[in-house]
């Protein structure tokens, strides 16, 4: 059902039909000044489309001009522009920048393997069985330290390190 004011409207450009005239009509009763208003809107629109249309000289200008008054009044463009500046406002920063450190310690966790707890072997565990010497002037001994996992080959008697085995 139309609104009051549209059918208003309708009646006052012409556009309603037989049926719709007179309940519209009847409803008017109650709206004195709306036939007064009819009158001058029709005296109105007779004025206008008595007058010549002027021939505009640079059209493009003026709807040029036309839309940037419209864009300025339009308090839309302002908040979409407000909403662009602020899109890395202080509460966004500091979620974005939480976020990125949830990431980082996710792949952390997962990529980078763990230490092995203590007293655990280790995937390249070796162990010394036997240990002799070639020469039997030099004697050997291994030495084990659990809280270090450590083996140490320990060598007494030799006279030298050959060059081959010096620290570089």
Not at 43 to 53: E, Y
Not at 85 to 114: D, E
Not at 121 to 128: G, H, I, M, T
């Amino acid at each position: 059902m139309k609104t009051f004011e549209e059918r208003l409207t309708a009646w006052i450009d012409g556009q309603l039909t037989g049926p719709e005239i007179v309940a519209f009509e009847k409803e008017l009763a109650a709206h004195p000044e709306a036939a007064a208003e009819r009158a001058e809107a029709r005296k109105l629109g007779d004025l206008l489309r008595a007058q010549p249309v002027p021939k505009l000289g640079n059209d493009d200008f003026f709807n040029h001009q036309l839309m940037q008054r419209i864009a300025a009044e339009t308090p839309r463009a302002v908040e979409s522009e407000q909403r662009r500046a602020s899109f890395w406002s202080l509460p966004r920063l500091v979620l974005a920048g939480a976020a990125c450190l949830l990431v980082t310690l996710g792949l952390f966790q997962t990529l980078i393997p763990a230490g092995l707890p203590p007293g655990a072997k280790s995937d390249y565990y070796a162990e010394v069985v036997e240990l002799w010497p070639g020469d039997p002037s030099i004697s050997a001994c291994t030495v084990y330290s659990p809280k270090d996992n450590v083996t140490v080959v320990w060598l007494e008697g030799l006279d030298y390190i050959p060059a081959s085995y010096a620290l570089k």
